[in-house]
């Protein structure tokens, strides 16, 4: 019987069927895509549509069908719920590794045998502050490869634990979930915007070199240039922030203090 292996993103399954290729292992592999640190998540156990909302309007111009996208994520996880494999959740400490992993717990709450981990830390990089946020896509296929070694069951108390504290997340439903010290903690929008109006230049100045700095200033959670694209838009549509050019793709547009 095959284990079947979780990862959040396309770039960490990438990595990973690299890495059982260098295993000559063959296991099927989940692909979790939705970034679970932003947004709202109180029914997205449920339902797609307020998912698909929101990511229409952080990307409008990405061309995907996120309500489709994101009804097969739902199938999927349904479909893991009703196996009988193994299953292995891979995991860095990121937040939306984390928040990926307490939804899978929940998943599978009803036959928590089922689930183990493989858990991947800063000091697993090289040259790397073991303090360092991380994600599985981060890692070579040489160091995953390795990791197979490791898989090790999450014991029943625990998954109970990861289950209430995904329960207890979406009934929060922050706009922004950051993993701060081994726990979560909510921010908002808002606070994100703070921090761009604080950094943005006075002269214009490219998006794309903007973003790219502003990526490595926020913490707590990877945030995306998709993602501080949007809030940019919105602080341009609200007065504060001036832009020019096609302000849905960073590489073609500027920004300065409004």
């Not at 059982?20 to 989940?30: F, G, I, K, T």
């Not at 029914?43 to 309007?57: G, H, L, P, T, V």
Request: aromatic fraction near 6%; charged fraction near 25%; charge should be neutral.
């Amino acid at each position: 019987m095959n284990t079947i292996h979780v990862v959040c993103g396309d770039f960490a399954a990438q990595q990973l069927r690299a890495a059982m290729a260098l295993a000559q292992r063959a296991d099927p592999v989940l692909i979790l895509r939705d970034d679970l640190a932003i947004g709202p998540v109180r029914e997205i156990d449920e339902n797609e549509r307020q998912r698909a909302a929101f990511w229409q309007r952080v990307a409008p111009s990405a061309g995907r069908d996120y309500a489709g996208q994101l009804r097969e994520e739902l199938a999927s996880l349904q479909r893991l719920a009703e196996g009988d494999n193994a299953v292995v959740c891979w995991h860095g400490d990121s937040a939306s590794d984390q928040l990926t992993l307490r939804r899978v717990a929940f998943t599978l709450r009803n036959t928590p045998a089922r689930l183990n981990e493989i858990v991947l830390r800063g000091s697993d990089l090289a040259n790397s502050d073991p303090e360092r946020r991380t994600s599985v896509g981060m890692y070579s296929p040489e160091v995953l490869a390795e990791r197979f070694a490791r898989i090790a069951p999450i014991s029943l108390l625990r998954i109970g634990r990861l289950s209430l504290e995904w329960r207890a997340l979406k009934q929060v439903n922050t706009q922004v979930r950051r993993w701060v010290h081994n726990t979560f903690e909510g921010a908002t929008f808002t606070e994100i915007d703070d921090q761009i109006l604080t950094h943005a230049p006075v002269t214009w100045t490219p998006m794309a070199a903007f973003l790219g700095e502003m990526m490595s200033r926020v913490t707590g959670f990877f945030a995306t240039d998709s993602f501080l694209l949007w809030r940019c838009r919105e602080l341009g549509a609200a007065g504060r922030l001036a832009l020019r050019g096609d302000t849905t793709a960073a590489a073609a547009c500027d920004l300065r203090l409004e």
